[in-house]
């Protein structure tokens, strides 16, 4: 699909993916509490039942914008198949199908709720604690493949969600207070020791003032009697992802205008100006964005089938 770039996009799958998994929390936990022999007793059990359930909705209503939106995005292009199929996403292929199987898990807990009184109480109990599984693996998720997933803010919800859920947990097997909150810190080191240690994320740099990056594109050329106008498109994949366009106005004996443009992703910061330089496969640009910025781009390829092209950019401040 991957019909836009625009950075807001991008910001609603991440926020909309933690949104689900914050809701998850409280699910979980509430339902651990409602089937405790300690369930808070200062509510009645329909009304527990009720936000339980809506929770529920919540989230099964946040993991579908979270998919959408991310199938909507190019910054991160994923297949149909990719976004259902576990282990086909090239992207943190164990975590990425880690977030599927949890969301299919979900879809399957959501159709045993529907039908919960032609099925036997015994039969949807136990697959009630599927949650569970669904909440790890959630959080595994989150944990390895979300791109925030370093950043203190995001840390702070992890440790504070493992920490209620385990806390919830030994609570409702009427463990000591001491046992639920040793449980607790136990699940905030592990969470702060994973994303320090061999979940470590270091993001890609944002708008960054120099790259180096492989490119592949097409030309397009359309040549009129007195003029022709030769477009060249290209993806740049690196450490910094950018798209690239430049156009050129040919006369028969000289180059008459020249646009030039990089769009970086995923904050979509246009860098706009003109070609300096033509060769037969490359050019040099040079530009200005909305921040002042200058930018001059080396670009260099080699043609295949189709006017297709791959080859390398350089750009620099």
């Not at 910054?75 to 976004?83: D, E, N, R, T, V």
């Not at 709720?113 to 604690?129: K, Q």
């Not at 000591?176 to 592990?190: D, K, T």
Request: proline share 4%.
């Amino acid at each position: 699909m991957h019909l836009t770039t625009s950075p807001a996009d991008w910001y609603a799958a991440r926020a909309a993916g933690v949104a689900a998994y914050l809701i998850l929390t409280v699910v979980v936990c509430l339902g651990m509490t409602m089937a405790s022999k300690k369930s808070l007793r200062r509510w009645p059990r329909f009304a527990l039942e009720d936000v339980h359930r809506f929770g529920g909705l919540l989230v099964g209503s946040f993991v579908a914008l979270h998919v959408l939106t991310i199938a909507l995005d190019a910054y991160l292009p994923f297949s149909i198949s990719a976004l259902v199929v576990p282990f086909v996403a090239g992207h943190r292929t164990l975590y990425t199908a880690l977030g599927i199987v949890a969301a299919e898990l979900l879809l399957a807990l959501a159709i045993t709720n529907r039908y919960r009184s032609r099925l036997p109480y015994a039969f949807w109990r136990r697959a009630h604690y599927l949650n569970l599984a669904v909440w790890g693996a959630a959080t595994a998720h989150g944990l390895g493949s979300g791109t925030d997933r370093s950043t203190p803010w995001l840390l702070a919800l992890f440790a504070a969600s493992v920490a209620a859920v385990l806390g919830a947990g030994a609570w409702r097997a009427r463990r000591r207070p001491a046992v639920s909150a040793g449980l607790a810190v136990a699940g905030v080191a592990a969470v702060v020791l994973a994303a320090t240690g061999p979940l470590r994320f270091s993001p890609q740099p944002w708008n960054a003032q120099a790259f180096h990056a492989s490119i592949a594109g097409q030309v397009v050329q359309n040549v009129g009697s007195t003029r022709g106008l030769v477009s060249a498109a290209a993806t740049a994949d690196g450490k910094q992802r950018a798209l690239i366009r430049a156009d050129l106005l040919l006369e028969p004996s000289k180059l008459d205008a020249t646009s030039f443009q990089l769009e970086f992703l995923p904050s979509g910061l246009l860098c706009k100006g003109s070609v300096t330089k033509v060769q037969s496969f490359g050019f040099d640009a040079r530009c200005r964005a909305a921040d002042g910025t200058r930018r001059y781009v080396h670009a260099r390829w080699s043609l295949s089938d189709g006017n297709r092209f791959e080859g390398q950019v350089s750009v620099h401040a």
